[in-house]
């Protein structure tokens, strides 16, 4: 099955805060579209202790002892928890477009409910009536501008992590090593 290595905490948050894109700075997938191994990296996402990473809905703050989480779907900060150089689940790879795209996509759409409007459609936001090029948005709160974004759904966590070496770009985890009930 093929894989890819994302650093923690952000492989957590695929699996379990949310994370329906991964950016990456080309596309890694090529034509590919399927089942995707989720590896968390042995490497963390470089920030010092202290710093915050916000992505989402969910906040991330460094410290000691790895990343501490705060959502508002979870009433209490949470201890994300390392899983470093462990595949940690399965996800469906949808899509891979650029920002770009998702933009073009979200004006064609909004062009369809602005089609009786042209003047509404061609007005800019900082006219202060924020015409549909304003309202143009990516794909995900999650999606970064100037990358490519890697569309994932449908997320499966292992009920234990499966230690194993990780690897750059879109690679193969061997299929004797995923559980059974995780892969239907």
């Known amino acids: 099955m093929k894989a890819i290595t994302v650093r923690q905490p952000w492989a957590w948050a695929i ?23 989720i590896h968390a990296a042995v490497a963390l996402t470089p920030c010092r202790r202290g710093q915050r990473l916000i992505g989402g809905d969910v906040e991330f703050e460094r410290d000691q002892s790895g990343f501490l989480g705060r959502s508002p779907r979870f009433a209490w900060p949470y201890r994300i928890p390392e899983n470093r150089g462990c595949a940690i689940g399965i996800v469906d790879l949808t899509d891979a477009h650029t920002d770009f795209d998702c933009y ?21 936001p900082d006219s202060g009536a924020g015409g549909i090029l ?30 194993h070496k990780g690897a ?14 995780v892969t239907a």
């Open 104 to 124: 073009e996509r979200d004006i064609q759409r909004l062009a369809l409910l602005y089609r009786q409007d042209v003047h509404a459609f061609w007005e800019t």
């Open 168 to 181: 750059l770009g879109l690679w193969n985890f061997p299929d004797d090593l995923i559980p059974e009930q």
């Open 15 to 37: 699996m379990h805060g949310g994370k329906d894109i991964e950016n990456r700075t080309r596309n890694i997938a090529g034509s590919y579209r399927g089942p995707v191994v």
């Open 134 to 163: 304003g309202r143009a948005r990516v794909c995900s709160q999650w999606a970064m501008e100037d990358n490519w974004h890697l569309t994932l759904a449908n997320p499966r966590p292992f009920a234990r992590p499966i230690p």
